[in-house]
């Protein structure tokens, strides 16, 4: 049968219904069964322009793409800046000037906590890589961590809203405005000094955010130069419960994500990567030309495939030890394959297509399981369905599996 079934044989069981006009049988009625379920009794409605002929569907659906096409570039010009040829241009919205290294607490037992305070959310990258950082080096209890919402509904000004503050917090003796509210209020009280009175921030709220709380400060908010303040206190950190103790201290983890002498090599390397990757999958989704999405599409596909070569003859991308290359690069591939491939139209395939890239994964899990507790994946991933809504007008979320589940089939 061309159709791949058997039909029954024998009397037309009660369950299955007569299709008139059925084809091939030359006769108004059959007994054939269908495919099909019957039509629904309540449907949507509709004005029926596509099946009444009025207007002429020749007019009506050009109309309808350019007036839908209008709306959508409006849109997107005006969550992110573009050139005048459709390419995404990621802007520099940082805030604070030359960051000082952190200080050390005083003596062995000594906290940070009422001094420092990040401010990240779960499903932005580079709020990840910050986190990881934090993971990997064992900071959790040196520098408090307020994990922000991403409710563009609620925030006054962008889209990440502070949690209901617990009892630790309102314990400290740190501002209300840096506790409660949304991200804007953070910044503008931050900025307090320099606003005129009763005048709020007006410039880009932006995550990670690095406050130093005892001031009332921006130290920044720029991701790379968290992730090298951090880098260094830990360093220093060690050294110094070393020179209190008389040995090296347990305390923290012996691992320098930016060793001295490598910092030039480092550089280069996000570059490139970032160039290639990290934004190349953002250019994809936020292009609003064809010739833009191809030219980021191009980059994505030739990292895909320089990575997968250069991690077939080593572990990690600068070498034999993981740098702060490989954090940054764990907080895209945890998104590729369910949020930019999808969302983005970011190209490649699955991170499972790249069995060397795929290896790098699990190797980071292996030694480094910290790091699996660093990103809920299935938020992360799904805030881009649920906030970019001029990508995805329908609002529709789909299956993503949890951290864990994505590791296990790769």
Request: proline content about 7%; hydrophobic content about 35%; overall charge negative.
């Amino acid at each position: 049968n061309s159709l791949g079934f058997t039909p029954p044989i024998g009397p037309r069981p009660s369950n299955v219904r007569r299709v008139r006009g059925a084809e091939g049988d030359g006769s108004n009625t059959s007994s054939k069964p269908t495919r099909f379920p019957p039509a629904p009794t309540k449907k949507p409605w509709t004005f029926g322009m596509l099946t009444s002929g009025f207007p002429p569907q020749q007019l009506l659906v050009p109309f309808v793409k350019f007036v839908t096409f209008q709306v959508w570039r409006l849109m997107m010009n005006e969550l992110v800046t573009h050139d005048n040829h459709g390419r995404f241009i990621r802007e520099s919205f940082q805030a604070g000037n030359d960051p000082s290294p952190l200080e050390l607490p005083s003596g062995v037992n000594g906290g940070v906590g009422e001094r420092y305070r990040l401010y990240i959310g779960n499903p932005c990258p580079w709020c990840h890589r910050v986190k990881a950082v934090m993971a990997v080096l064992g900071l959790e209890n040196d520098i408090p961590i307020t994990m922000l919402i991403d409710d563009a509904e609620k925030a006054s000004k962008g889209g990440w809203v502070l949690p209901k503050h617990g009892a630790s917090d309102v314990q400290q003796s740190i501002a209300p405005e840096l506790k409660t509210g949304d991200l804007a209020g953070v910044y503008s009280y931050c900025y307090r000094h320099i606003l005129p009175e009763g005048e709020k921030y007006k410039g880009r709220c932006t995550a990670p955010l690095l406050v130093n709380v005892q001031f009332g400060t921006i130290v920044t908010n720029e991701s790379n130069e968290i992730m090298v303040l951090l880098n260094e206190y830990a360093r220093r950190r060690r050294e110094q419960l070393s020179n209190d103790d008389g040995e090296q201290s347990n305390t923290y983890p012996s691992i320098d994500l930016r060793p001295i002498g490598m910092e030039d090599d480092l550089d280069n390397a996000t570059k490139h990567w970032f160039d290639l990757l990290w934004n190349g999958a953002y250019r994809c989704g936020f292009a609003t030309s064809q010739l833009a999405y191809d030219e980021a599409a191009s980059d994505v596909l030739k990292g895909l495939d320089e990575l997968n070569e250069l991690l077939a003859s080593q572990n990690y991308i600068m070498g034999d030890t993981i740098s702060e290359v490989d954090l940054k690069n764990f907080a895209w591939v945890t998104r590729h394959d369910y949020a930019y491939t999808v969302m983005f139209k970011s190209p490649g395939g699955r991170i499972a297509q790249y069995p060397h890239i795929a290896s790098w994964v699990k190797r980071l899990a292996t030694e480094h399981p910290e790091l699996l507790s660093t990103v809920d994946m299935k938020d992360a991933c799904g805030s881009y369905f649920r906030q970019l809504f001029m990508l995805n007008f329908g609002r529709i979320t789909p299956y993503i599996p949890s951290v864990e589940e994505w590791i296990a089939d790769l």
